[in-house]
């Protein structure tokens, strides 16, 4: 029944029409890391756990007397390791754990008619095996959902050893209720499985699915289906798209399916299509980001070129017999918004920009001079270093076409060159210098991530970058799951 509805809920995803930008995903190596470093932290809060008390009933031929075991803790507890593997049928996990031993203590008492009587017991339980499933999906806002699918829990055989009080008196018994407190523990054990699962859907509903980045842009990351899990991974499919806070427009483009290569050897892998660099392109566009009015106080002074009529006058002969000696100012803005693709080892940007020089009157009306088309295309190196994305970026292309002109001849051409020249001595550096810090990578509150890769891949018309993680991750380990 369960994987009928599963396998309906990924076609109804899929017929949602949104490819994932962002896909993460959890590998078999992956997943047996984490629970290794998980049974540490379990046995660590099992040994700090109080089981509710047991109360009840037992006939001892005479009548019968009323029982309550209290403060039952856990005094000595060994986890073996268990096994945890993805879960197919269930879109989810299997969690086994298999002959644990442990040692209880707790109060007594008892009361039989008018009399009452207490003391303290120690009880081993022996052969506990808890076989637990939890299934994920995705709820209609895209959260992450996990939810308890079956939980068995068996508990071998169970020792009771009263002391104080008149516990001679019904040691002897025993073993006549010993079934019932085996019991009462079998489904402790899975109400506590459930009610962890439970805790977990509540931070997961709780965490948000949409953060505004900076001030320009907001990030939107709900799953675009439910979790993919087969053998040997768990596949993550986010929406990855940027939007402007202001604007919040939808681009002109769509994101394209991928597939992630298979890896293994990793641990976590996170594969971005270049959708999601173009959206956050297409954020900053549609806010009407991308523009900038270049003046003279912004050139350098030592420049040989100056944004004035009669420095110009190499690049359109006419300008300075039509206006001489007047200031220009350069209105600079993206045509389009700028694109990247991600090919073998480096992205490429195209970057699509129209320029318009107007001549400043010296009553302040500026005169249109000439439009340029100014189309450039870059390449982009990224690489992750010392936990921060780094890059480095060098000019493929740069090309200088005349659009419209007031003033005659433009020699497209020489400006082509000394722009060239400019923008690799004065832009670049800058770009390269920013670039060359990087941004610290998000980290994961206990755990941090080491020996990382990160690959720009063009696999047909699969053009991806996968960030790969392996080694270890070093968990700060706290003590706690929280
Ligand atoms: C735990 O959850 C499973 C699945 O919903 C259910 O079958 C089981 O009865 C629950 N156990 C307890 C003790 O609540
Ligand atoms: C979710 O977003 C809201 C508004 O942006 C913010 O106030 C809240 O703290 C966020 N919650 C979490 C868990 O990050
Ligand atoms: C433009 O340059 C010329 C030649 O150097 C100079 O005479 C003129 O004053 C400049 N115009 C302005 C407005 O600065
Ligand atoms: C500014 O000066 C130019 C040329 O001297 C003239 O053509 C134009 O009408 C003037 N504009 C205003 C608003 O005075
Ligand atoms: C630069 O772009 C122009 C126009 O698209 C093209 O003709 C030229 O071959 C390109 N040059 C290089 C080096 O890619």
Not at 200 to 211: D, I, P, T
Not at 258 to 271: A, N, R
Not at 361 to 380: C, H, I, R
């Amino acid at each position: 029944m369960l994987p009928a509805v599963i396998a309906l809920l990924m076609l109804l995803s899929c017929t949602s029409g949104q490819n994932p930008a962002i896909q993460v995903i959890l590998t078999n190596k992956g997943l047996q890391y984490g629970k290794h470093t998980g049974v540490g932290l379990i046995q660590e809060k099992l040994e700090s756990i109080t089981l509710p008390d047991i109360s009840g009933e037992v006939d001892i031929k005479i009548g019968r007397v009323h029982y309550t075991l209290t403060g039952i803790a856990v005094k000595q507890c060994d986890l073996p390791e268990p096994s945890v593997q993805f879960f197919q049928d269930a879109a989810g996990f299997k969690t086994s754990s298999l002959g644990l031993n442990a040692a209880l203590a707790g109060g007594w008492r008892t009361r039989f008619g008018i009399i009452h009587d207490g003391g303290s017991f120690d009880m081993t339980m022996f052969g506990v095996d808890v076989t637990s499933v939890v299934g994920l999906g995705k709820d209609p806002d895209g959260h992450l959902f996990i939810t308890s699918i079956s939980c068995d829990a068996v508990v071998g055989d169970v020792n009771i050893n009263f002391h104080g009080g008149a516990s001679f008196m019904f040691q002897p018994f025993v073993r006549y209720f010993k079934g019932r407190i085996r019991n009462e523990i079998q489904s402790g054990i899975c109400s506590a499985v459930n009610g962890s699962v439970e805790k977990l859907e509540l931070h997961l509903q709780a965490m948000n699915v949409s953060f505004d980045v900076n001030e320009v842009l907001t990030l939107d990351l709900p799953l675009t289906g439910t979790p993919i899990i087969d053998a040997s991974r768990l596949n993550l499919g986010l929406k990855g798209e940027f939007y402007s806070i202001r604007a919040h427009k939808e681009p002109p483009f769509k994101a394209q399916p991928f597939t992630m290569p298979q890896q293994p050897d990793f641990m976590l892998s996170v594969g971005l299509s270049d959708f999601t660099l173009n959206s956050a392109s297409y954020g900053y566009y549609s806010d009407g980001l991308l523009q900038i009015l270049i003046d003279d106080s912004m050139i350098p002074p030592t420049s040989p070129i100056h944004l004035n009529t009669t420095y110009m006058g190499m690049f359109a002969p006419q300008l300075p017999e039509k206006f001489p000696g007047l200031l220009m100012d350069l209105q600079v803005y993206a045509r389009e918004a700028p694109m990247f693709s991600f090919q073998s080892g480096a992205a490429k940007l195209i970057s699509l920009v129209d320029v318009k020089a107007f001549a400043i009157e010296p009553n302040g009306t500026q005169v249109p001079l000439f439009k340029l088309n100014v189309d450039s295309k870059f390449s982009t190196k990224l690489w992750i270093s010392g936990g921060s994305l780094k890059g480095s970026m060098t000019m493929d292309n740069f090309t200088v076409t005349l659009a419209a002109s007031e003033v005659g001849q433009v020699k497209t051409d020489a400006l082509e060159r000394s722009l060239t020249v400019a923008i690799k001595a004065t832009v670049l550096p800058k770009v390269n210098d920013a670039l060359s810090k990087g941004w610290i990578l998000p980290r994961m509150k206990h755990a941090q991530l080491v020996n990382s890769v990160l690959k720009m891949e063009e696999v047909s018309d699969n053009k991806i970058a996968h960030y790969d993680v392996t080694g270890t991750f070093n968990w700060e380990h706290k003590g706690s799951l929280g």
